[in-house]
């Protein structure tokens, strides 16, 4: 496993700060020249589907990366889609048509190393239903960048993520993919994880 998938700073970590957790994340990144894809096309609308909006045109690596960060998130697809899918739902900028649309690209458009499984589809389909109960606002129009010397448990009060609900959520991925590294370290019981 690269160390870029390893990488992974616990929904339990709530004191570090946002400008702690993004050093860590641009120290990986600065390693690997290649993004996954999905924020290759959110960095660059030329690249998305003519008239759709699926993958949050103009969202920059910084958000992406802030919105992973708040959630708990690593670098792993399955990390990808809670991510999208709980940013999807909180944007309410998406219909339930678009929602599949980008389920069928990501499972069979997507080049091999980014496609999603069923299991991956699964996930992202909780992080939309998730969202959708949560009072949680949308994520992708947050001004990060002036937050970024505040705990992480700081900003997700001020969005309205409720922990409860999102350790509630990985106590069930967990359960339910035993296999998935992903799943396995969101946790507080998780052991050799990377962080920073």
């Given at each position: 496993?690269?160390?870029?998938q390893q990488w992974h ?7 570090i ?6 050093d ?12 996954p ?19 949050f ?8 990366n802030?919105i992973?960060l ?20 909180t ?5 339930n ?19 999603f ?15 959708f109960?949560?009072?949680c606002?949308p ?7 002036d ?5 992480i448990?700081?900003?997700?009060e001020?969005?309205g993520?409720?922990p409860?609900?999102i ?18 370290r969101?946790?507080?019981?998780e052991?050799n994880?990377?962080?920073?």
């Amino acid at each position: 496993m690269a160390v870029n998938q390893q990488w992974h700073i616990p929904f339990s970590r709530d004191d570090i700060t946002l400008q702690m957790g993004l050093d860590s994340i641009s120290a990986i990144q600065a390693e690997h020249d290649e993004l996954p894809l999905m924020v290759q096309l959110a960095q660059k609308p030329a690249l998305q589907q003519p008239g759709s909006n699926l993958f949050f045109p103009g969202m920059s690596v910084f958000l992406h990366n802030c919105i992973h960060l708040l959630l708990g998130r690593g670098l792993l697809i399955m990390d990808e889609a809670f991510t999208t899918g709980f940013t999807m739902g909180t944007s309410k900028k998406m219909t339930n048509s678009e929602h599949s649309l980008y389920a069928f690209l990501s499972q069979y458009v997507y080049p091999h190393e980014y496609k999603f499984s069923q299991h991956e589809l699964a996930v992202l389909k909780d992080g939309i239903k998730l969202s959708f109960i949560s009072n949680c606002m949308p994520l992708d129009q947050f001004a990060f960048n002036d937050w970024l010397q505040e705990p992480i448990g700081k900003i997700r009060e001020v969005v309205g993520i409720e922990p409860e609900y999102i350790e509630a959520y990985y106590a069930v991925e967990k359960r339910h993919y035993p296999h998935s590294v992903a799943s396995q370290r969101l946790l507080p019981d998780e052991k050799n994880i990377i962080a920073f």
